[in-house]
């Protein structure tokens, strides 16, 4: 099972990011708890959602939990 870095933002739908998949939960939540990492979550904030949005929760989800939210987005 994959795992995929969840945005949720004040404004717009919640996004994953693509690119960046992780085999366990643990290897997710180390990776959005380093700080180092900041700078690229940022930049792909930005990407997606622009300079001003306010993210409200970076979450770890597998595969099967963003298809889910993406089927309520559509509702």
């Known amino acids: 099972m994959k ?6 933002l ?3 739908n919640p996004f994953t990011i693509p690119n960046k998949t992780f085999d366990t939960e643990d290897d997710c939540v180390q990776y ?8 690229e979550l940022a930049i792909e904030v930005i990407a997606h959602a622009g300079f001003n ?6 979450y770890c989800v ?4 963003r ?4 089927t309520i987005q559509k509702l």
């Open 62 to 65: 597998t595969t099967q939990e």
């Open 10 to 12: 004040t404004q717009g």
């Open 67 to 70: 298809k889910r939210h993406e």
């Open 32 to 39: 959005v708890s380093d700080l180092s990492n900041a700078d």
């Open 3 to 8: 795992w995929l870095i969840f945005i949720a």
């Open 53 to 58: 949005v306010t993210v409200t929760g970076v």
